[in-house]
């Protein structure tokens, strides 16, 4: 049996071929009872996400295992197979953690990757196809990527536009927590960075637009409020932090709107983010002394900056993991010669039995325990001898050489 690793990804598959070979969780456990059911592989996990779908297994045979992704969704193996990986032993092994550190991610340095493969070997475990071999893998995958993430900066900077919406955000006002939130919009994009904003629990939500019954279901979601967005002017004044994303052509909150909002506040800071293009907001509002104005391309910046840093790190997390790949691949090398062992202890057991069962009879006729002590063990030396003396005598040349240095580094024999 040998490890392996197939699927496919976001970079080896589009979108229409990942939703098609994607395991929901209500058909998990069928998939993972059937693959090792059949006997395709004596242990498996199934990873399954948006941006992947991948088998870890360990198998004989892993061609019929992919053979098998595209049978068990319906699907011929010929429309699949262009987009298919199959990864085997060390590199199977360096995917794991390259994928759990986020290094594999779409994002790099993404963090719900290693829930999501925790998620996975639960699963398996549960099911009860988890065994050995891949709980040892997923233990060292988590292993690693805990090193990863607390020994390089791979996972410590903004590269999104909503995370950098609150990251700027936290450079104006002490806690999010103690402010008051605004988003102009309902769209995808305000849901987005309101999720954001939400996990730090700020003071107070509303939420604007258009069609009131749109922001009532975002507001909902959130534990805020909603208006119309008419009833902006006399709102805003009320805010410390306006996110704004919409469609208008032209702009919503204009300078006049955004004075007599500053003068409500008696000049207490506001924190303004536009996301839309064209503008939501007006440029001149940025040049209020107590407004502090971003755009798309303010935001840009900092996720720019972000990735710079992050890419920054991949060379220290790609050494961290190769030096564990090794360290596994040493483990599962020693783990195939544990058959061996066991053959030899059970070999060394049918001797030592052997050789006391014939013990036991001498003293039941009476015999000196001493001289049946001493014939007992020059029989199950003898014994334990046999083969190696035998197949060293019977030797030739070079083999019979490289025999002798192998029972010296066996035996720790010395030359006298």
């Not at 996972?155 to 927590?177: D, K």
């Not at 208008?248 to 006049?256: A, D, E, H, R, V």
Request: aromatic share 4%; charged share 25%; net charge negative.
């Amino acid at each position: 049996m040998q490890l392996f690793a197939c699927g496919v990804n976001h970079h080896t598959a589009p979108v229409a071929i990942r939703e098609r070979v994607a395991f929901p969780p209500d058909i998990l456990e069928r998939a993972l009872v059937d693959v090792t059911g059949q006997k395709l592989a004596r242990e498996a996990a199934i990873l399954s996400t948006c941006n992947r779908t991948e088998i870890y297994c360990s198998t004989k045979e892993p061609e019929a295992v992919a053979e098998w992704l595209a049978a068990f969704h319906s699907l011929p193996a010929r429309e699949v197979k262009p987009y298919l990986y199959l990864l085997p032993d060390d590199q199977a092994v360096s995917h794991a953690f390259r994928v759990a550190s986020g290094l594999d991610s779409m994002v790099l340095g993404e963090t719900q990757i290693l829930g999501q493969m925790k998620q996975a070997a639960d699963r398996a475990k549960d099911i009860g196809t988890l065994g050995l071999l891949l709980n040892k893998l997923f233990q060292r995958t988590f292993s690693v990527a805990k090193e990863v993430r607390s020994s390089t900066q791979i996972g410590a900077n903004t590269v999104s536009m909503a995370a950098a919406a609150v990251t700027l955000a936290e450079r104006i006002f002490p806690s999010i927590h103690e402010q008051a939130v605004l988003y102009i919009g309902a769209g995808e994009m305000i849901e987005l960075v309101a999720t954001h904003f939400a996990a730090r629990r700020p003071r107070k939500t509303l939420v604007v637009n258009r069609t009131v019954e749109r922001a009532r279901e975002l507001a909902h979601r959130l534990g805020g409020e909603a208006a119309a967005l008419n009833a902006l002017p006399e709102l805003l004044a009320d805010y410390d932090i306006v996110v704004t994303s919409t469609a208008s052509p032209l702009p919503i909150l204009g300078l006049g709107m955004a004075e007599r909002a500053v003068k409500l506040r008696k000049h207490r800071p506001m924190f303004m983010v536009d996301l839309a293009v064209p503008r939501d907001i007006e440029a001149e509002v940025g040049e209020l002394a107590d407004v502090f104005l971003y755009t798309v391309d303010d935001l840009g910046e900092v996720v720019r900056a972000g990735h710079d840093a992050r890419h920054a790190a991949v060379d220290h997390a790609e050494a961290i993991i190769a030096a564990n790949v090794s360290e596994f691949m040493r483990w599962i090398d020693s783990r195939r010669a544990v058959p061996v062992v066991r053959a030899l202890r059970d070999h060394a057991e049918r001797m030592r039995r052997h050789e006391l069962e014939k013990a036991k009879k001498l003293l039941a006729r009476g015999d000196d325990p001493k001289e049946v002590l001493e014939a007992m063990s020059q029989g199950l030396m003898n014994k334990l001898l046999h083969d190696p003396s035998h197949a060293l005598n019977h030797a030739d040349g070079a083999e019979r050489e490289a025999l002798a240095r192998l029972l010296s580094r066996l035996y720790n024999l010395h030359e006298e």
